[in-house]
C-alpha cells in the first residue's frame, strides 16, 4: 500500500463539505484534519501499490465541489514501529 497526503485549499464557507465529503464519499481517506495556513484541510489517502497517484487525485479529490487548490505529498517510507525501523 502507498501512502499520501494532499493539502487542500477550498472555497470560502466551503471547508466543512469538503472533509465530509471526502469522509463519506473516499474509503482511501482514513483521516482529513483541518488545518491553519495556506491550506484548509491536509487528508491522508492509501492506495494500493499499483495505483496511479496523479490518476486518482486528479479524478477523485479535485472533482470534490468546494476545492478550490491541492498540493500532494507522496510518502517514499513510513518510520514506524511496525514498518521501516526494523523493530519487528
Do not use: W
Not at 486518482?56 to 507522496?74: A, E, P
Amino acid at each position: 500500500m502507498r501512502q499520501f497526503y494532499v493539502f487542500i485549499k477550498c472555497e470560502l464557507g466551503r471547508t466543512y463539505d469538503v472533509a465530509a465529503a471526502l469522509v463519506d464519499n473516499l474509503d482511501e481517506a482514513p483521516m482529513v484534519h483541518s488545518i491553519s495556513g495556506a491550506f484548509d484541510l491536509l487528508a491522508q489517502f492509501t492506495l494500493s501499490d499499483d495505483a496511479d497517484i496523479g490518476r486518482f487525485v486528479n479524478q477523485k479529490v479535485q472533482t470534490i465541489s468546494g476545492i478550490k487548490d491541492t498540493q500532494t505529498i507522496i510518502c517514499f517510507n513510513a518510520f514506524t514501529r511496525d514498518r521501516g525501523l526494523g523493530d519487528g
